[in-house]
């Protein structure tokens, strides 16, 4: 497998421009020439629609849902950062690439770091123009808060709501391209496979979920903006439909997928209620400006009403612990402090998993209706599931499976090791490393989106020039041929057993094997439970209906079949990563006080699988991560 | 908890549906409306039957996907919640609770209860954006938009696109969808340019669909998950008119 960065040369601060200066582009009259395909109406995958049939591409964008609006960057809540240093607070383009390398406790590529920091200005500027609604001062300006593992204030944000609001801006312009006719969505369709045709990735196989035909697509170039797989552990913040369907399908047909054991654990999500639930939901990162998260100093106290427990005898542990960032320290230092409260016996949730997040001093400091204006809608949300009124009561919180940040391996152009495959967002695994700062996903979706693939994708063209195949041709027929055959199999295995029961078992074995604590053992376990869930999913299923119309479980099938084989890659990657970083933590690798300990010399690089057969193990590469500009550090946040 | 369950079952658009009864029981109060038609399903699946398909994808009610008139009811008996977002809490044991699709004329069955709502997209795609192109926009505090207006946008803006609004009116009228629109980009100033062309074209658009007119009811704001209110349509209507003269006398691009 060829892993070649190709991050170009000359000063970190220089090398964006450098390289928009030496790629190659395509004039305007000869960009309808070319036609990209999109698959995911996301932030990444929206905004890079939208911005290439601005510039002339013809461009065909897929999503399975009812309307690219409802893509799951809408359930997005906090912000997004952007170093406009707007507060005059110490922030600069510089501060937040070194904060998005530390947050990601240095496992992330320097050079698209430092791009994503420079282009983050950029984004703001288009969303205000869009009419995103940011939050405003009353002097007219934009309003900016702080957030999880930064001390500067470089947040924007609308309401809790910044995800849908950016989203319904991305689909704003992607609209209007459809309206003009340059875009053709694709509602209601999955991709179920890609196409490559002499090395190159051409086209993709869909099927319409409502007619269940299976169809071909070719182009010039395939652009997936597929989102995470946070899926795989079944109860995460992800939406129901999220999968690594597209990501896992790419990967083997070739496709690099780089370090899966990187997932993100968000602290503040609503605890688990019972065994019949189907989705966790978040508590945005934003809450723990104004929130203080304790558990009682006493196990015999953690039954007790919160307002029993008097101040001496509650434990701030993130105040304790992390003095300087206190309740913001980042996300996967506090999933685990909440963890190890708990496990000490001192959960206060029945199932022992529930920390408390008070927002009393601060409704004391600050009045219920300043709260109110902050944090409403979520407040509401949580009355909504719990029945329990936060301005009265601590809301009750615990870490859940939130964001992963592997994904498939890109280059500095975003494109994978499949040439003509381009990976953004969440989909790729480029920007964050082994842990994700809050509010920098909807930044480096837009980034991605709005202009780093538009820079960099005509490059690509220009090399191959516009001569997408027929879909006549032999791998278009096969692909065809083999997504059939796979539907109809899961129709005919005829078993007793939903689709759903298995992802259950699968996601129980993941939290508990290969979740917040990872060992040795652990992994090993998984990695037996894993083939044998598998095998019996084979066997045991149960697809009621047809192939030939909107059937929902074939749709859940399909999405489990992978999942059943990429849980496996995750704790393979998991178990071959011997040291702990950012959301990674084996238990045998922490520092006396329970932190990660890094293993600089060993796994400074970024693990890439490359599918070597249904019958073999997939093989482990290596790309280097060389740090010029920052220096390996222990990341300190006490 | 145990309920019975009157839901509107259609193999596809082009079939006569029908309610069939179902009992469901133990079913947990802390469960959300759409786990419990989860466990409705497994039930089903169990048994080698269709499961009922119904539209669904964030469970946090943001993305609009959900639907479901829940005994008569657009996103069932709680106020400003979405049906995902409904839990089981509010219904009482042995209760018999009745499931149809959002029923609009725009909105045909596609099936079970899974509706198609892709004439509001093209609402959307006819004018409901500001145009500008990747890379055009100016630095972003240049344009300083004054809190009332920028609140007021973001009220707006928080429309999700459900559709319970159109399943409510006896009119089928989309205005509260189109209004929200209208008010979040018309009251901001990047919005006034166009401000005109976005309202004829949008209100055209919602016409040929064949969502009908708003008659003042109040249905729809009854309904809306995200407390959308009434007097958006009044926005609507007194620029509508502007509008209008405006194209009569001088026409507008």
Not at chain 1, 4 to 18: C, F, H, R, T, V
Not at chain 1, 97 to 124: C, H, M, P, W
Not at chain 1, 127 to 144: I, K
Request: hydrophobic letters at 40%.
């Amino acid at each position: 497998m060829r892993l070649d960065a190709q991050i170009p040369s000359g000063p970190l601060a220089d090398k964006w421009d450098n390289h928009r200066f030496s790629v190659k582009l395509v004039n305007p009259a000869n960009r309808r020439k070319y036609h990209v395909i999109v698959v995911g109406s996301g932030l990444a995958g929206g905004a890079a629609a939208a911005t290439l049939a601005e510039q002339g591409y013809n461009v065909s964008c897929f999503c399975y849902q009812d309307s690219p609006r409802r893509a799951h960057s809408i359930a997005a809540q906090g912000g997004v950062n952007a170093a406009k240093n707007y507060p005059n607070d110490g922030d600069s383009i510089r501060r937040l690439f070194y904060d998005t390398i530390k947050g990601g406790d240095f496992r992330a590529r320097e050079a698209n770091v430092y791009r994503l920091a420079q282009v983050s200005v950029n984004i703001i500027d288009q969303c205000v123009a869009q009419g995103v609604p940011f939050a405003r001062e009353y002097s007219g300006y934009l309003d900016n808060r702080s957030f999880g593992g930064a001390q500067v204030s470089r947040t924007f944000y609308a309401r809790g709501q910044t995800g849908q609001q950016l989203l319904l801006g991305a689909y704003s312009s992607l609209s209007r391209q459809i309206g003009l006719g340059t875009v053709k969505m694709y509602n209601r369709h999955e991709m179920l496979d890609v196409v490559i045709v002499d090395g190159h990735a051409k086209g993709i196989i869909t099927r319409h979920l409502v007619t269940g035909a299976i169809e071909a697509w070719s182009a010039d170039a395939v652009i997936l903006a597929t989102g995470g797989y946070g899926n795989v552990f079944y109860l995460s913040t992800n939406a129901q439909g999220c999968n690594v369907t597209a990501a896992y399908r790419s990967f083997k047909r070739g496709a690099g997928f780089a370090n899966p054991c990187y997932t993100q654990i968000h602290p503040t999500c609503i605890p688990q209620h019972g065994e019949d639930q189907s989705k966790l939901t978040l508590m945005s990162e934003s809450l723990r400006n104004d929130g203080r998260v304790w558990v009682p100093k006493k196990i015999e106290d953690c039954p007790l009403d919160p307002k029993m427990v008097p101040e001496e005898a509650r434990d701030y542990f993130l105040e304790r612990k992390y003095p300087s960032f206190g309740n913001l320290a980042p996300r996967d230092i506090s999933s685990r402090a909440a963890k190890e409260a708990c496990d000490s016996g001192r959960s206060i949730a029945p199932g022992g998993q529930g920390v408390y997040l008070d927002f009393a001093d601060a409704i004391q400091r600050l009045g219920q209706k300043a709260i109110a204006e902050r944090y409403g809608n979520l407040f509401e949300m949580y009355e909504c599931i719990t029945g329990e009124n936060a301005y009265e009561r601590p809301m009750k919180i615990y870490p859940a499976v939130h964001y992963t940040m592997g994904g498939l391996w890109v280059d500095y152009n975003l494109m994978s090791n499949v040439p003509g495959l381009f990976v953004l967002g969440e989909a790729n695994f480029s920007d964050h490393g082994a842990n994700r700062l809050g509010a920098s996903a909807l930044m480096q979706g837009l980034a991605d989106g709005y202009f780093v693939l538009p820079a960099t994708l005509p490059n690509y063209l220009a090399e191959v020039g516009a001569n997408r195949p027929s879909l006549e041709v032999a791998p278009f027929k096969a692909a065809i041929e083999a997504v059939k055959e796979r539907t109809a199999r899961f129709l005919s295995i005829g078993g007793k057993r939903s689709a759903r029961s298995f992802h259950v078992e699968l996601g129980k074995i993941m939290w508990e094997k290969c979740g917040m604590a990872r060992s040795k053992q652990s992994l090993e376990e998984a990695l037996q439970e894993i083939p044998a869930l598998r095998e019996a999913f084979w066997k045991e299923l149960c697809v009621p209906g047809t192939g030939e119309s909107l059937n929902m479980e074939l749709e859940r099938a399909g999405r489990v079949a992978d999942f059943l084989e990429f849980g496996e890659l995750l704790c393979r990657d998991a178990l071959a990563r011997e040291e702990s970083c950012g959301g990674h933590f084996r238990v045998e690798y922490q520092t006396d006080d329970g932190e990660a300990l890094r293993n600089d010399e060993a796994f400074a690089h970024v693990a890439v699988w490359e599918h070597k057969g249904d019958a073999a193990l997939p093989e482990r590469h290596q790309e280097p991560l060389v740090y010029e500009a920052v220096k390996f550090s222990t990341r300190s946040y006490k | 908890m145990k309920l019975f369950l009157k839901i509107w079952r259609q193999p596809n658009a082009a079939a006569v549906g029908a309610f069939e009864d179902y009992v469901l029981d133990n079913i947990s109060p802390d469960a959300s409306f759409l786990e419990m038609l989860d466990q409705l399903n497994e039930q089903l699946i169990t048994q080698g039957k269709e499961g009922v398909a119904f539209d669904h994808d964030c469970r946090e009610g943001i993305c609009g996907m959900c639907s479901l008139t829940i005994n008569g009811i657009a996103h069932g008996p709680r106020r400003a919640t979405t049906t995902c977002q409904l839990h089981m809490r509010h219904f009482r044991d042995g209760e018999t609770v009745t499931i149809e699709p959002f029923r609009a004329r725009p909105f045909p069955v596609l099936r079970d209860l899974v509706v198609d709502r892709s004439a509001f997209d093209k609402i959307i795609q006819s004018g409901g954006f500001i145009s500008v192109r990747t890379g055009s926009a100016p630095e972003a505090n240049q344009t300083l938009v004054a809190k009332p207006d920028a609140d007021r946008a973001m009220d707006a803006a928080e429309c999700i696109g459900c559709g319970a609004c159109v399943a409510a009116c006896k009119n089928a009228s989309a205005m509260l969808f189109v209004s929200a629109k209208i008010v979040h980009l018309n009251t901001l100033p990047q919005g006034a340019p166009e401000k005109n062309r976005r309202l004829l074209n949008m209100v055209k658009t919602m016409d040929e669909a064949g969502f009908g007119n708003c008659s003042n009811y109040g249905e729809c704001e009854a309904v809306c998950p995200k407390g959308i209110p009434l007097d958006f349509i009044g926005q609507l209507n007194r620029e509508w008119a502007v509008a209008k003269m405006k194209d009569i006398v001088s026409g507008v691009e």
